[in-house]
């Protein structure tokens, strides 16, 4: 194999070794099938941190990054560093999902969850309109079948029909978007888009009709207002796990196109007016999401609430349109997934022990369960931005960024959300520790499954002490745009 050739296959390292395990577990299933329910799991998370190792010693991006496959991939840090976030989400879904009945155990989970995250994999490195496109779907088909994955149960069901309608609808829209844009310009490379716009001499009232088109698609995924809809009835109707990848891996890639979609393709010296757009779209949804967070009983509606409000505090960073900004994005991202996944994944086993997801049967966790309690401590604790856990220095960052990029009043904002949002988390701590139980029966929690939240908690705090190398990599990943 020649050196090119071996360049480019190491680019595509992470997204070749994520199809390998799918593979393996297609295999598996099919020979194995019933007989050890618990062998698929431990092969998808075993493939995936075989995937992650393998990735951060042979596939690391050169500096600068390079385009590869013809200009349709870009191999650099942006892609890689998400690329690794996606994994280790995919990885934690895998592991908490092996004790969930009629999930874990079977194979065709895994095959869909692996096809989600190789579809994340090539959204955050697609260099051209059309690969991203085709990323974008690869990773949503699977997941409109993943939320509607327990066909006996009518709220999943729901969920995923939702999920497929809303979804298919705002990725025409998209698509119309990229049309308009291909048609008016003759490009589809996103780097020959801002020289191809002043070409076209197009008026920035029509940069702008097509910019907020692909927001649809973009604002979908990432679920900020006005197309936050969707978000609490599939994240209250999809299995539990499932949520959690959603609310989280999902996320993440739809602000890593989002990110350099409007960084590379949209600069603010070609369309002067999107920042103040995302602007308006950021308070709105964390406003809103804090808000209805607070009415809500059922906890995993809380936290779909919660989820879009954490859109609102990402875009704040987009909005400061800086290198510090877009490294506050990327790191936020990065703990948000380590916390919600955390809480989702105490979530899974609540209701597994009680058939309930409702906040009011938390009461007396502190003493039925005291290390889950404590691990949905660090979660909620985490995704308030309370010190010292990784949120509070991922929203440091943030409203930092918005500051020094004069956005104080956006700052302002960002900080009267979270000192609201923390009501809503204390109604929890305080029906978890302090409401006398309902039910008597102790939550048995499976060694994996304390293993996968010791980590991941112990992950969340360690961000948030020893911040530096995290930031590191992270700023590493803006620079590329920069």
């Keep these: 194999m020649s050196g090119i050739d071996s360049a480019m296959m190491l680019a595509i390292l992470p997204e070749l070794l994520i199809l390998l395990v799918a593979a393996a577990v297609l295999f598996v299933d099919l020979m194995e099938r019933g007989k050890h329910p618990r062998l698929l799991g431990w092969i998808t998370v075993g493939g995936l941190a075989v995937t992650f190792v393998a990735s951060l010693l042979y596939a690391r991006p050169p500096e600068g990054g390079a385009l590869v496959w013809g200009g349709m991939l870009r191999h650099d840090w942006l892609a890689f560093v998400f690329q690794m976030v996606f994994i280790v989400g995919a990885a934690a879904t895998a592991l908490f999902a092996m004790d969930v009945e009629n999930l874990g155990e079977r194979g065709e989970f895994y095959i869909l969850l692996l096809a989600s995250t190789l579809g994340m994999a090539l959204m955050a490195g697609a260099a051209d309109l059309v690969m991203l496109y085709l990323a974008i779907e690869t990773t949503s088909i699977p997941m409109y079948i993943l939320a509607g994955f327990l066909h006996a149960d009518r709220k999943s069901n729901e969920a995923g029909f939702k999920y497929l309608l809303f979804g298919a609808m705002a990725s025409a829209v998209m698509l119309y978007g990229f049309s308009l844009l291909y048609g008016f310009t003759g490009a589809t490379h996103l780097a020959d888009l801002p020289s191809a716009i002043q070409t076209a001499g197009l008026g920035l009232s029509t940069v702008l009709g097509i910019m907020v088109l692909i927001l649809v698609g973009f604002g979908f995924k990432t679920s900020v207002v006005p197309l936050h809809f969707w978000a609490p009835d599939v994240y209250q109707g999809a299995p539990t796990p499932v949520t959690g990848f959603l609310s989280t891996a999902s996320k993440a890639a739809g602000f890593a196109v989002l990110v350099r979609v409007f960084m590379s393709a949209f600069p603010q010296s070609t369309v002067p007016y999107w920042g103040a757009m995302l602007a308006a779209v950021s308070v709105a949804t964390m406003t809103l999401g804090n808000t209805l967070a607070i009415a809500q009983t059922d906890i995993k509606r809380m936290l779909a609430y919660s989820s879009i409000a954490h859109a609102g505090y990402i875009l704040i960073g987009l909005v400061a349109m800086t290198e510090l900004g877009v490294t506050g994005v990327i790191f936020y991202l990065g703990v948000y997934l380590l916390s919600n996944i955390t809480a989702f994944a105490v979530v899974a086993m609540v209701e597994k022990a009680d058939g309930s997801t409702a906040i009011e049967d938390y009461a007396g966790l502190g003493k039925r369960s005291p290390w889950l309690a404590l691990a949905l401590m660090v979660a909620l604790l985490s995704l308030s931005g309370t010190p010292p856990f990784g949120g509070f220095v991922g929203k440091a960052w943030l409203f930092g960024a918005a500051v020094k990029a004069n956005l104080v009043w956006l ?60 930031f590191a990599w992270a700023r590493q990943a803006a620079a590329v745009l920069f």
């Design 411 to 470: 700052a302002i904002v960002g900080v009267l959300n979270s000192v609201v949002a923390m009501y809503y988390y204390i109604v929890v701590f305080k029906v978890a520790y302090f409401d006398p139980p309902k039910a008597d029966n102790k939550i048995t929690v499976s060694p994996s499954y304390t293993v996968g939240l010791v980590v991941l908690a112990s992950a969340v705090l360690l961000v948030g002490i020893a911040f530096a190398p995290w």
